[in-house]
């Protein structure tokens, strides 16, 4: 016997299509009530206890600042990072905000939006504005 995932019969999962094909994506993922695993991005089998009995979640519009990186763009700069949520899951995407200050590991950042490129969604986490205070 091996330990792989078994391969969906008819193709993408319900679920991971589902989220992928809305009009407006859904910023989710997907839950094992046999285990309590969250997966993201979603999945129709838990990778931690092979359930195929997976449930839709939502996930959190706040999360917390794990890494990020810097990009120079057509000479302006830009930053990515991945974002801590309190599902368990860890979500890269864009940091962005009206006078956004510089990114730090730890700090509070906030969902936006779901921007789609080229046919798959990219999220935006908007980063504090202003002077942060302890």
């Not at 809305?22 to 359930?51: E, I, K, M, R």
């Not at 309190?86 to 995407?93: H, I, K, L, S, W």
């Amino acid at each position: 016997m091996t330990n792989s995932p078994v391969p969906a019969k008819d193709g993408p999962s319900s679920i991971a299509k589902t989220t992928r094909e809305l009009p407006q994506p859904l910023f989710a993922c997907s839950h094992c009530p046999a285990c309590g695993f969250n997966n993201f991005p979603p999945s129709d089998v838990c990778p931690q206890c092979w359930s195929r009995n997976l449930q839709v979640k939502e996930l959190s519009r706040t999360g917390v600042l794990y890494s990020f990186s810097s990009q120079l763009l057509e000479g302006e700069k830009h930053f990515v990072g991945y974002v801590d949520l309190p599902e368990g899951v860890r979500v890269f995407g864009r940091l962005t905000g009206n006078e956004p200050q510089q990114p730090s590991c730890g700090i509070p950042v906030r969902f936006s939006s779901v921007q789609p490129a080229s046919g798959r969604p990219s999220f935006v986490f908007a980063l504090p504005t202003g002077k942060q205070e302890d």
